[in-house]
């Protein structure tokens, strides 16, 4: 009987022809060979359904799966993740390139933690290096402290290896928010986080990325969408209460609480005071100095009534 593979790598693709095959060679030249690649792909328009059948054709690790509706990014990792058949779960994106060693580096150092993650290295769509790293963006956590994320993440989906009893946690991933903030978030939670301070992946930057990590196609927010981020942050708040234990519950629903109150009215002290009293652990993914994280907890304070003004 064939043993099932000790690493599952999820991956989902959309219309991603151009740097697909790059990604795929990548992990093909792993130094670990015991995974299995499970693909979803949402509904490509282009030549990418294609390219997947022909590795999946040459090698049986690859396992296609192919939407019959397109599901949007969150929702098409959450079905690639669920399909996934083993106790370790590598996330991949379709347009990086992987180091051979990326997944028996992070199987090496996971231990007793729920969540590795590592540093990237950022290149143009052309694959030149931009000379800057993740980590030059946010300082890295380690740690069980789920408090780190709830305003900040630097944790990227395609760093991340983890167990799989996170994903249950996490399940159902929550709508318009990112998913690798959440999975860190539940992990810090459940266990524990750490990061591998190397770059395992040159981490693609062009115009279809999810993330704008460098800001790069950053356009200035107009009124409803400054009040609808007000709600979101609120939402995001309640959403981690609901998983939250211990002191850090007590936090996030004092947080969440003044929130509410800032969403309604001019602003909230009490809300920055928060933060700011915590901001050693609220804050301490912003690469930063005091003033800059006092002024990003001023930015917090206010509410509708003021952004609705300016």
Known sequence: MKSTPRISIAMCTYNGRDFLQQQLDSILAQTVSDWEMVIVDDCSADDTHAILNAYAERDPRFKIHCNDQNLGYNKNFEKALQ????????????DDIWRPDKL?????????????????????????????????????????????????????????????????????FPA?????????????????INFVDQCLVKYRQHQKNNTDMLALHAVARNVDQKLEGL?????????????????????????????????????????GITIWKNRQSLLYLLKKSEVSKFFYTLRKIWGSRIKKRI
């Open 176 to 192: 318009n928010f990112h998913y690798d903030q959440w999975l860190a978030f539940i992990s810090a939670t459940e266990g524990s």
């Open 83 to 94: 399909l996934c058949e083993c106790d370790i779960i590598a996330i991949c994106d379709q």
């Open 231 to 271: 709600e979101q942050e609120s939402a995001w708040l309640l959403l981690c209460l609901g998983k939250a234990k211990g002191k850090s519950k007590l936090l996030i629903d004092r947080l969440y609480t003044l929130s509410l109150q800032r969403n309604k009215s001019f602003a909230s002290i009490a809300y």
């Open 104 to 172: 028996e580096t992070q199987l090496n150092a996971l231990g007793d933690h729920q969540l590795i993650y590592h540093d990237s290295e950022f290149i143009e769509d052309s694959g030149k290096p931009m000379g800057i790293k993740i980590s030059d963006k946010f300082n890295f956590y380690r740690g069980s402290n789920p408090e780190a994320f709830l305003y900040l993440n630097c944790v990227s989906g395609h760093s991340i290896m983890m167990k799989k009893p996170v994903l249950e946690k996490a399940l159902p």
